[in-house]
């Protein structure tokens, strides 16, 4: 038995060794270049990450929903997760108009909110997010603009005006400021996209970053994407190039990542796919005649980033159904590529929270474990 044991040992010890080598064989001297313009650092990255292999390794450890789920358990459609400090999870519901609260073992707490235009109420809400400053959460809520609850279910505000009903997407820092993106529209070949922020008590505004967008009726026309980071920095990108700003709090442009792509073709099975999605929304027969569709994708889809400083940029390649994503190190080096559990929302805590769904259509939230493979001198 103890012979056995040792040499079940052995084999482990013998695994991680020819692993490590695997990895040390596999990666060569990042070949990017490094500049500087005024204070912003230039990251130029090529179109081959340093490591040819993940340095992300995903254990599941929490399901929730699924076929066999029931009452408060079972998820109709998921729209947005928030993770508060207490890894409890916020799960919007699109369907069924609620917000449910679970703990970090996956039991449920509580939901709150419902279908309605009063104090409390939910309409068409989009998106959930922890505001940090007064232990709350921030809820996206359509013509009602942003609504505030705490932590425990309890409604606390709602602003609504010009800005927040309009706003695409919406954050709040540490502070309390609040930032949010919205688009001014000339005209169908005029528009503006902003991305501004607001003092606490919504008395003072800045406009940190704009760029101008395509033609409206071009299909697949690039738009901009922003989140902040575990320091407040913003970071931004307008993917009509591969380019990604990091702003600071003191709304200034500090670093720029910029990696050489290959601008991915849609296929003509896609081309079908979006031009029967746009007849079903039933626009005018003028307005469908002047729509024209992109040959290529944008430079990237989205991003996110986890509360280490890493990025993650979910390019237009795929692994099945699923994103590729581009791992960018805290300085913004390309180092892998990453191919996570469909539609992953967010990292907190060393954990990735993902909303996927089964082959049945039934809505689950998971999160996993999250295991790096190279030694921290590289995640440097």
């Keep these: 038995m103890k012979n056995w044991i040792k040499l079940l040992w052995v084999g482990v010890i013998a695994f991680g060794i020819i692993f490590s080598w695997t990895l040390a064989e596999q990666k060569s001297q990042w070949r990017g270049t490094i500049s500087k313009e005024g204070e912003i650092m230039i990251f130029k990255n090529p179109n081959e990450p340093l490591y040819k292999d993940n340095i992300i390794s995903l254990k599941e450890e929490l399901a929730i929903g699924g076929a066999e789920a029931q009452g408060n358990y079972a998820l109709a459609v998921v729209r947005s ?15 069924d108009i609620q917000i449910k609260v679970f703990d970090k073992n996956g039991n449920f707490i509580r939901k709150f909110g419902q279908r309605g235009q009063g ?28 609504s505030f609850f705490g932590l425990d279910g309890k409604f606390l505000q709602t602003i609504t005006n010009n800005d927040t009903r309009q706003t695409q997407w919406a954050e709040v820092d540490s502070h309390g400021n609040i930032f949010m993106s919205m688009v001014d529209v000339l005209d169908m070949e005029h528009r503006r996209q902003v991305l501004k922020k607001f003092d606490p008590k919504m008395t003072s505004v800045s406009e940190i970053k704009s760029v101008t967008l395509g033609s409206a009726y071009e299909l697949m026309a690039p738009f901009a994407f922003w989140t902040l980071d575990y320091k407040d920095n913003i970071i931004f990108g307008f993917p009509k190039e591969y380019e990604i700003e990091i702003i600071d709090a003191h709304n200034k442009t500090v670093r720029k990542i ?59 390649e795929r692994a099945g159904k ?33 909303s996927e769904e089964t082959e049945e259509g039934y809505q689950i939230v998971k999160r996993y474990s999250v295991n790096w493979l190279i030694k921290a001198e590289s995640q440097q």
Excluded at 122 to 144: E, F, Q, T, W, Y
Excluded at 272 to 297: G, I, N
């Design 258 to 316: 910029i990696k050489e792509y290959i601008p991915v073709e849609l296929s003509p099975e896609e081309k079908a796919q979006y031009t029967q999605r746009l007849k079903e929304v039933r626009l005018s027969p003028d307005m469908m005649s002047k729509m024209f569709m992109s040959k290529h994708y944008s430079a990237y889809a989205n991003f996110l980033t986890d509360d280490n400083g890493w990025l993650f940029v979910a390019n237009w």
């Design 81 to 95: 997760l928030a993770v508060d400090d207490a890894e409890n999870i916020y799960v919007l519901d699109e369907k």
């Design 322 to 354: 699923d994103y590729v994503y581009d791992v960018f190190d805290p300085e913004g080096r390309y180092m892998a590529k990453l191919t996570p559990p469909y539609k992953s929302i967010l990292f907190k805590k060393g954990k990735l929270y993902t």
């Design 119 to 146: 104090p409390g109420d939910l309409n068409n809400p989009s998106r959930v997010v922890i505001d940090k400053s007064k232990n709350a959460l921030m809820v996206k809520n359509g013509p009602l603009g942003l």
